[in-house]
């Protein structure tokens, strides 16, 4: 969430007198942090960000999962 915040610029600003976006929004960051809370709660981590890959992972040990 830090690394997010390093560019707070781009999101919610009270002062703003700047048109409203969907990065903008009072909710944004919330929405964001809630789904990287939800996401990190499965591999026992404060925070996890989710990802797709069109092909398969190779892992060597099933145990060093998270």
């Given at each position: ?33 809630a ?21 398969l ?10």
């Open positions: 969430m830090e690394c997010i915040r390093a560019f707070k610029t781009q999101f919610f600003d009270p002062d703003s007198d700047e048109t409203e976006t969907y990065i903008s929004s009072p909710s944004f960051l919330k929405v964001i942090e789904r990287s809370r939800e996401l990190g709660k499965a591999i026992g981590a404060e925070y996890a960000e989710g990802f797709t890959s069109r092909k992972l190779g892992i060597d040990n099933i145990f060093d999962l998270r």
